[in-house]
């Protein structure tokens, strides 16, 4: 049974909006910070957004202002709010644990594009 599944992405016009979230299963969600991590083609893996269990959060100055990230811990899911999307924010998303100790879900591709 797969511990993150990861939803939301799409095609996007630049400056739009997409709402990803991140169905975890219950106990690593309740008992870690987690993250959103990106890849784009040719690129490594990074950390764009943090959430600690008490809620206090961190961006990549790439993101800052932009994304939003929480979390609702009676559903165990995580979510990424991307605001005023740009190019440079095509990739594939993925949420884990921080720092990252579960295997990478599918994740869900994002492209924004005009």
């Known amino acids: 049974q797969a511990q993150l599944v990861e939803s939301g992405g799409g095609l996007v016009q630049p400056g739009g909006s997409l709402r990803l979230s991140c169905a975890a299963s219950a106990f690593i969600f309740r008992f870690s910070d987690m993250g959103w991590y990106r890849q784009a083609p040719g690129k490594q893996r990074d950390l764009v957004a943090r959430i600690r269990r008490d809620g206090v959060t961190n961006y990549a100055d790439s993101v800052k202002g932009r994304f939003t990230v929480s979390r609702d811990n009676a559903k165990n899911t995580l979510y990424l709010q991307m605001n005023n999307l740009k190019p440079e924010d095509t990739a594939v998303y993925y949420c884990?644990?921080?720092?990252?100790?579960?295997?990478w879900g599918q994740g869900t591709q994002v492209t924004v594009s005009s």
């Open positions: 884990n644990t921080d720092p990252q100790i579960l295997p």
